[in-house]
């Protein structure tokens, strides 16, 4: 028996939608894993309506040209980092942490969270 992923297989997938929203109220929405296909609307809703239509239209070419159509890859974190550093900045990162009374680990997390959050 053949297994084939059809449409309702691909549109049951967890992708992911990315949307914006521009200056002039309008909504700009894509599927980040599917290249080129997006939509532009005047409301949030009209555009992940649209998106989603889009997607289906996407989809079915792909499957009609027999052309592949990427799947959404779920990533697992493990919440662990591996890193390297001179001995000298190691040695500097110890020692702020210790004045802290934290751990490394604790002192680097903070750092760097508090560096992604602008």
Request: charged letters at 30%; hydrophobic letters at 35%; one cysteine or more.
């Amino acid at each position: 028996m053949k297994n084939e992923k059809d449409l309702n297989y691909y549109v049951g997938l967890p992708y992911t939608i990315v949307l914006k929203k521009y200056n002039d109220g309008c909504y700009f929405a894509e599927v980040k894993e599917l290249p080129g296909c997006m939509t532009e609307a005047d409301s949030k809703e009209e555009a992940l309506n649209m998106i989603e239509d889009a997607m289906k239209g996407w989809i079915e070419l792909a499957l009609k040209d027999g052309q592949p159509v990427p799947e959404p890859v779920e990533e697992n974190y493990s919440g662990k980092i591996l890193l390297r550093a001179p001995k000298s900045l190691h040695k500097a990162l110890l020692e702020k942490a210790k004045s802290e009374g934290v751990s490394l680990n604790q002192y680097l997390v903070y750092q760097l969270s508090k560096s992604i959050k602008g």
